[in-house]
Protein backbone atom coordinates (compact mmCIF):
# COMPACT_ATOMS: atom_id res chain seq x y z
CA UNK A 1 0.00 0.00 0.00
CA UNK A 2 1.32 3.27 -0.38
CA UNK A 3 0.60 6.75 1.26
CA UNK A 4 1.44 9.62 -0.14
CA UNK A 5 3.17 12.57 2.52
CA UNK A 6 3.06 16.44 0.80
CA UNK A 7 5.10 15.15 -1.90
CA UNK A 8 6.76 11.64 -0.81
CA UNK A 9 5.79 8.34 -0.81
CA UNK A 10 6.08 5.86 1.34
CA UNK A 11 5.67 2.06 0.86
CA UNK A 12 3.72 0.44 4.04
CA UNK A 13 3.38 -3.45 4.19
CA UNK A 14 1.04 -5.47 6.04
CA UNK A 15 3.31 -6.42 8.75
CA UNK A 16 3.50 -2.16 9.78
CA UNK A 17 -0.33 -1.88 9.20
CA UNK A 18 -0.64 -5.34 11.44
CA UNK A 19 1.15 -3.61 13.96
CA UNK A 20 -0.47 -0.22 13.74
CA UNK A 21 -3.91 -1.91 13.85
CA UNK A 22 -2.76 -4.24 16.70
CA UNK A 23 -1.45 -0.78 18.80
CA UNK A 24 -5.59 0.14 17.74
CA UNK A 25 -6.90 -2.89 19.74
CA UNK A 26 -4.44 -2.69 22.36
CA UNK A 27 -6.49 0.51 23.81
CA UNK A 28 -10.01 -1.35 23.78
CA UNK A 29 -8.60 -4.83 24.81
CA UNK A 30 -10.87 -5.06 27.50
CA UNK A 31 -13.95 -5.89 25.03
CA UNK A 32 -11.62 -6.71 21.47
CA UNK A 33 -13.83 -9.34 19.53
CA UNK A 34 -16.59 -6.05 19.71
CA UNK A 35 -14.23 -3.71 18.28
CA UNK A 36 -13.12 -6.58 15.88
CA UNK A 37 -16.63 -6.86 14.98
CA UNK A 38 -17.40 -3.55 14.18
CA UNK A 39 -14.34 -3.02 11.81
CA UNK A 40 -15.61 -6.19 9.92
CA UNK A 41 -19.00 -5.03 9.33
CA UNK A 42 -17.96 -1.32 9.32
CA UNK A 43 -14.34 -1.19 8.44
CA UNK A 44 -12.15 0.15 5.74
CA UNK A 45 -10.91 -2.34 2.92
CA UNK A 46 -7.50 -2.88 4.22
CA UNK A 47 -8.60 -2.87 8.30
CA UNK A 48 -11.00 -6.39 6.90
CA UNK A 49 -8.05 -7.73 5.15
CA UNK A 50 -6.27 -7.22 8.55
CA UNK A 51 -8.88 -9.19 9.98
CA UNK A 52 -9.20 -11.51 7.70
CA UNK A 53 -5.70 -13.01 8.70
CA UNK A 54 -7.04 -12.96 12.26
CA UNK A 55 -5.93 -16.49 14.07
CA UNK A 56 -7.95 -17.17 16.28
CA UNK A 57 -11.04 -16.76 13.89
CA UNK A 58 -14.51 -16.17 15.84
CA UNK A 59 -16.92 -17.40 13.83
CA UNK A 60 -19.07 -13.94 14.49
CA UNK A 61 -15.91 -11.99 12.53
CA UNK A 62 -15.56 -14.79 9.91
CA UNK A 63 -19.73 -13.98 9.23
CA UNK A 64 -19.24 -10.59 9.57
CA UNK A 65 -16.50 -10.61 6.76
CA UNK A 66 -18.05 -12.61 4.61
CA UNK A 67 -21.31 -10.60 4.55
CA UNK A 68 -19.87 -8.03 2.26
CA UNK A 69 -16.51 -9.91 0.73
CA UNK A 70 -15.00 -8.48 -2.44
CA UNK A 71 -12.81 -11.16 -4.06
CA UNK A 72 -9.60 -10.06 -2.42
CA UNK A 73 -10.85 -10.76 0.89
CA UNK A 74 -12.93 -13.98 0.37
CA UNK A 75 -8.93 -14.80 -0.98
CA UNK A 76 -7.82 -13.85 2.28
CA UNK A 77 -9.99 -16.10 3.82
CA UNK A 78 -9.68 -18.71 2.21
CA UNK A 79 -5.84 -19.19 3.39
CA UNK A 80 -6.81 -18.44 6.82
CA UNK A 81 -7.28 -22.17 7.81
CA UNK A 82 -8.97 -20.90 10.79
CA UNK A 83 -11.57 -18.92 8.71
CA UNK A 84 -12.31 -21.74 6.33
CA UNK A 85 -12.79 -24.21 8.42
CA UNK A 86 -16.48 -22.24 9.19
CA UNK A 87 -16.81 -22.27 4.95
CA UNK A 88 -20.17 -24.07 4.08
CA UNK A 89 -20.55 -26.02 0.93
CA UNK A 90 -22.49 -23.10 -0.06
CA UNK A 91 -19.70 -20.68 -0.25
CA UNK A 92 -17.44 -23.41 -2.10
CA UNK A 93 -20.18 -23.74 -4.47
CA UNK A 94 -20.31 -19.83 -5.04
CA UNK A 95 -16.78 -19.94 -4.98
CA UNK A 96 -16.26 -22.09 -7.99
CA UNK A 97 -18.65 -20.57 -10.22
CA UNK A 98 -17.19 -17.44 -9.76
CA UNK A 99 -16.54 -15.30 -12.89
CA UNK A 100 -13.25 -14.06 -10.39
CA UNK A 101 -10.46 -15.90 -11.55
CA UNK A 102 -8.54 -14.66 -8.18
CA UNK A 103 -11.42 -16.19 -6.51
CA UNK A 104 -11.24 -19.38 -8.15
CA UNK A 105 -7.07 -19.37 -7.69
CA UNK A 106 -7.23 -19.17 -4.15
CA UNK A 107 -9.46 -21.61 -3.57
CA UNK A 108 -6.85 -23.93 -5.28
CA UNK A 109 -3.66 -23.02 -4.14
CA UNK A 110 -5.82 -23.74 -0.71
CA UNK A 111 -7.65 -26.65 -1.08
CA UNK A 112 -6.23 -28.24 1.90
CA UNK A 113 -7.95 -26.13 3.89
CA UNK A 114 -11.54 -26.80 2.70
CA UNK A 115 -10.98 -30.35 3.17
CA UNK A 116 -13.61 -30.63 5.56
CA UNK A 117 -16.43 -30.18 3.07
CA UNK A 118 -17.44 -32.59 0.44
CA UNK A 119 -17.01 -32.44 -2.52
CA UNK A 120 -14.30 -30.60 -2.62
CA UNK A 121 -11.89 -32.85 -5.46
CA UNK A 122 -15.06 -32.67 -7.60
CA UNK A 123 -14.82 -29.00 -7.65
CA UNK A 124 -11.32 -29.56 -8.57
CA UNK A 125 -12.21 -31.72 -11.30
CA UNK A 126 -14.49 -29.17 -12.32
CA UNK A 127 -12.07 -26.52 -12.06
CA UNK A 128 -10.08 -28.70 -14.03
CA UNK A 129 -12.16 -28.09 -17.29
CA UNK A 130 -12.77 -24.44 -16.83
CA UNK A 131 -12.39 -22.79 -20.23
CA UNK A 132 -9.69 -20.71 -19.02
CA UNK A 133 -6.54 -21.65 -18.95
CA UNK A 134 -5.09 -19.72 -16.43
CA UNK A 135 -7.30 -21.78 -14.15
CA UNK A 136 -6.80 -25.10 -15.50
CA UNK A 137 -2.52 -24.31 -14.88
CA UNK A 138 -3.15 -23.51 -11.14
CA UNK A 139 -4.82 -27.08 -10.63
CA UNK A 140 -2.21 -28.50 -12.73
CA UNK A 141 0.50 -26.59 -10.60
CA UNK A 142 -0.32 -27.34 -7.36
CA UNK A 143 0.85 -30.27 -5.43
CA UNK A 144 -1.90 -30.84 -3.45
CA UNK A 145 -4.59 -31.67 -6.27
CA UNK A 146 -5.50 -35.56 -6.67
CA UNK A 147 -3.96 -37.56 -9.09
CA UNK A 148 -6.96 -38.35 -11.35
CA UNK A 149 -7.56 -34.69 -11.67
CA UNK A 150 -4.29 -33.57 -12.86
CA UNK A 151 -4.51 -37.06 -15.04
CA UNK A 152 -7.12 -35.38 -17.03
CA UNK A 153 -5.13 -32.53 -17.75
CA UNK A 154 -2.65 -34.62 -19.12
CA UNK A 155 -4.40 -34.00 -22.48
CA UNK A 156 -5.23 -30.44 -21.96
CA UNK A 157 -5.32 -27.84 -25.43
CA UNK A 158 -2.78 -25.77 -24.00
CA UNK A 159 0.74 -27.14 -23.97
CA UNK A 160 1.97 -25.30 -20.97
CA UNK A 161 -1.41 -27.19 -19.01
CA UNK A 162 -0.34 -30.50 -19.89
CA UNK A 163 3.37 -30.12 -19.16
CA UNK A 164 2.47 -28.97 -15.45
CA UNK A 165 0.58 -31.62 -15.18
CA UNK A 166 3.21 -34.10 -16.23
CA UNK A 167 5.77 -32.82 -14.41
CA UNK A 168 3.61 -32.69 -11.40
CA UNK A 169 2.36 -36.43 -11.11
CA UNK A 170 6.71 -37.41 -12.20
CA UNK A 171 7.47 -35.57 -8.80
CA UNK A 172 4.93 -37.20 -6.90
CA UNK A 173 6.08 -40.20 -8.21
CA UNK A 174 9.33 -39.12 -7.28
CA UNK A 175 7.98 -38.80 -3.75
CA UNK A 176 6.23 -41.84 -3.57
CA UNK A 177 9.29 -44.13 -4.20
Known amino acids: MKV ?3 KESIELDSVYLEAI ?5 SDVADDREAFYLEVAKHGTRILRSILANLSPMP ?5 ALVENADSDLLGLLIEN ?3 AAYMTQEMIDNF ?3 DDN ?3 ISFIANEQNLRHLEGIDEKLEQLARHPDAGIRFA ?5 DIPRYVLALLLEDSDE ?3 QWAFKNLKNRDQVDE
Open 160 to 162: RVA
Open 139 to 143: VAFNF
Open 4 to 6: IFK
Open 102 to 104: NVL
Open 96 to 98: VNS
Open 59 to 63: ESIFN
Open 21 to 25: FDDIV
Open 81 to 83: EEA
